[in-house]
C-alpha cells in the first residue's frame, strides 16, 4: 500500500510539474495575427533566444508560473520567437530588437501598443500584462497626448517612462527632442532638463548635448560634475559600443572622430579602448600600433595592467624593433608603477624578441626570484631561462 501510495505522488509530482513546464508556442505570426483580430484581443509576442539566460530564467521562474500562464491565455493571442530563426529575424527587425528577452504587444493593426525587456519577478510581469491593456497606459495614447503639448514635461515624462519599458535609449532620442525643441539654451540649465538630457539624448552633434559640454560649470551646479562625467561617458559607449560589438569598422571609423571631436581625457581614454579592441579582434595590428604609438604614454601611463596587455600584443603581434622597443618602455614604466612576476616576465620576452640576451636574461631572472620569494610556479620563466642559456 505504501508503496502505491508512493509512486502516485511521484506521477502526480510529474504531472503537475509538466503542466507548470514553460513550452513557447511557436505559432506563425501572420496566423497569430489574424487570431488576435478575430478575438478582439492584443498580441503577445516573446522574442528570445535560446542562449540567453535573462530569456531562460523568466521562462522558467515567470512564464512557467500558473496565475502568468491563466492571465495570458485570457487576454492575449500569444506567440514565442527566436531571433535566431526565420520569423524571429524578422521581427527583430522589424521591431528593431536590441535586447533580450523583449516582449511586444501589438493591436489588430500591428501598431506597437506596449512593450517590455529584460528580466522581471512574477508580480512584476503581472502588473505589467496588466498595464498594457489599459489603452491610458499604452504607447498610442501616452504619445498623442504628449505631442499636444510636447512643452509639458509631466507628459513627456510619463510617455518616456513607458517608452523605456521596451526601448533602448537611443530609441528615446526623437521624443526627447521633440520636448526640448520647446525650451530655449537657458531653459536647458534647470534640474528637470538635465533629467531630460540624461535620460533622452543620445546624439553627440546635437544642440542639447553641446550645450552641455559647453556650460558644463552650470549644469554641475544643478546636477553634479559627476553626472555630468557619467552622461559624457556613456553618450560615448553608446556610439561606439555597438559598432566595435558588430565588427562595423567602416562606421566606426567615421564615429570615433565625432567622438574624438568632444576633446576631453575621459572620452580620449574611452576611444582609446575601442580601438584597441576593434583592431584586436578584426586583426588590424597597424591600426594597433599606430594608436598605441601615439597615445599610450597620454592615455594609459598611470595603468600598469594597462600597459602589460599592449605590450603583450606587441610581443604577439608586432614585429619591428622600433615598435618593440617602444613596448619595452612602456613594460618598464608598468614595473615602476607595481613591480611583478609577469611584468618582468613579459619585459624578459620582448628583450628576447629585439635579441638582446643579456637584457632578456636580466629581467628573467628578476621574475624568477620574484617566483621564488612568492612561491609560485616558475615553469614559464624557467622555459625562458633555459631558451637563452642555450644561446
Known amino acids: 500500500m505504501r508503496f502505491f501510495l508512493l509512486l502516485f505522488l511521484a506521477v502526480t509530482f510529474q504531472t503537475v510539474h509538466s503542466q507548470n513546464q514553460f513550452v513557447p508556442v511557436d505559432i506563425p505570426y501572420k496566423t497569430a495575427l489574424e487570431t488576435a483580430k478575430k478575438e478582439g484581443k492584443p498580441l503577445f509576442v516573446m522574442l528570445y533566444a535560446d542562449w540567453c539566460p535573462h530569456c531562460n530564467l523568466m521562462k522558467s521562474e515567470v512564464l512557467s508560473d500558473p496565475a502568468v500562464i491563466d492571465f495570458l491565455n485570457k487576454n492575449f493571442v500569444c506567440t514565442y520567437k527566436n531571433i535566431e530563426k526565420e520569423e524571429g529575424i524578422a521581427l527583430k527587425t522589424k521591431f528593431s530588437t536590441k535586447s533580450l528577452p523583449t516582449f511586444l504587444f501589438l493591436d489588430a493593426n500591428e501598431t506597437l501598443i506596449y512593450a517590455l525587456k529584460g528580466e522581471m519577478k512574477k508580480a512584476e510581469f503581472l502588473n505589467e500584462l496588466k498595464y498594457s491593456l489599459n489603452p491610458k497606459m499604452q504607447l498610442p495614447y501616452l504619445e498623442k497626448e504628449f505631442m499636444i ?3 509639458n514635461s509631466d507628459k513627456y ?46 546624439d553627440i552633434k546635437s544642440r542639447e548635448f553641446q550645450y552641455v559640454l559647453k556650460h558644463q560649470k552650470e549644469f554641475a551646479a544643478v546636477a553634479s560634475q559627476s553626472r555630468i562625467d557619467r552622461k559624457i561617458e556613456s553618450i560615448v559607449n553608446e556610439l561606439l559600443r555597438p559598432l566595435v560589438d558588430n565588427l562595423d569598422t567602416v562606421n566606426y571609423y567615421k564615429q570615433r572622430e565625432v567622438a574624438k571631436s568632444i576633446r576631453l581625457q575621459k572620452t580620449d581614454s574611452l576611444v582609446f579602448k575601442y580601438d584597441l579592441t576593434l583592431a584586436e579582434r578584426t586583426e588590424k595590428w597597424d591600426f594597433y600600433k599606430k594608436v598605441t604609438l601615439e597615445d599610450t604614454e597620454k592615455l594609459a601611463w ?28 612602456w613594460v618598464n614604466h608598468s614595473l615602476e608603477l607595481n613591480d611583478s612576476y609577469d611584468g618582468n616576465l613579459l619585459e624578459a620576452k620582448l628583450y628576447n624578441k629585439i635579441k638582446d640576451k643579456k637584457k632578456a636574461l636580466e629581467y628573467a631572472k628578476e621574475a624568477k626570484a620574484f617566483a621564488k620569494e612568492m612561491g609560485w610556479d616558475s615553469k614559464d620563466v624557467d622555459a625562458l631561462l633555459a631558451e637563452l642559456n642555450k644561446k
Open 149 to 151: 503639448d510636447p512643452s
Open 157 to 202: 515624462f510619463t510617455y518616456l517612462n513607458t517608452l523605456k519599458k521596451g526601448k533602448d535609449r537611443t530609441e528615446l532620442s526623437p521624443a526627447t527632442h521633440t520636448y526640448l525643441n520647446t525650451q530655449s539654451d537657458n531653459q536647458l540649465v534647470s534640474e528637470l532638463n538635465w533629467r531630460v538630457i540624461a535620460n533622452g539624448v543620445t
Open 302 to 329: 598611470k595603468d600598469a595592467s594597462f600597459l602589460k596587455d599592449i605590450g603583450n600584443t606587441y610581443l604577439k603581434h608586432i614585429n619591428d624593433t622600433e615598435s618593440l622597443k617602444k613596448a619595452i618602455y
